[in-house]
């Protein structure tokens, strides 16, 4: 396997903590769609997972690398939903699901692995949801108020 220069959690408790982080940084993104005249929504932020997947492992983004773990995750993501109906109804599972499919992609994480995160993940989703919920509500006040500003940006 690659490792990039970051280190990876090593429980399952640590990857539900690191996807907690992850998920905010994504977050992030919401006020931003309003440049490109379509709202981001938390349904959307799946699409980012490939490219905090390499922040967080502190992997060059490259066009190779984000090629390489954005197919993984489109792959995994299509060939999932597919197969079990509503699975990614949620979208903290959508995220959770494809940021662990692009560390699959970029060889950092067996399949047996990702199962045994998302099966944890899955088992504790009032856990997951509330250190999810703690991290982004700092986050959620600011992205309204960027989201104002950057519509006022806009609108000149």
Not at 31 to 56: R, S
Not at 81 to 95: I, R, S, T, Y
Request: glycine fraction near 6%; charge should be negative.
């Amino acid at each position: 396997m690659e490792f990039g220069q970051n280190p990876m959690p090593d429980t399952t408790a640590g990857w539900l903590a690191e996807i907690a982080d992850a998920y905010c940084d994504a977050y992030e993104t919401i006020p931003f769609g309003v440049f490109t005249e379509e709202p981001i929504t938390e349904e959307d932020l799946f699409h980012v997972a490939p490219q905090i997947c390499l922040k967080m492992r502190g992997i060059e983004i490259t066009e190779e690398n984000l090629g390489r773990a954005n197919e993984a995750m489109l792959a995994s993501y299509t060939a999932t939903k597919d197969q079990v109906k509503g699975v990614f109804d949620n979208p903290l599972l959508a995220f959770a699901f494809t940021y662990l499919a692009s560390h699959f992609g970029m060889k950092l994480l067996p399949e047996d692995k990702v199962s045994e995160i998302m099966e944890f993940l899955e088992m504790r989703p009032i856990e997951f949801i509330k250190t999810v919920k703690k991290k982004v509500g700092k986050t959620a006040a600011k992205n309204a108020r960027l989201t104002e500003l950057f519509r006022g940006l806009r609108d000149k």
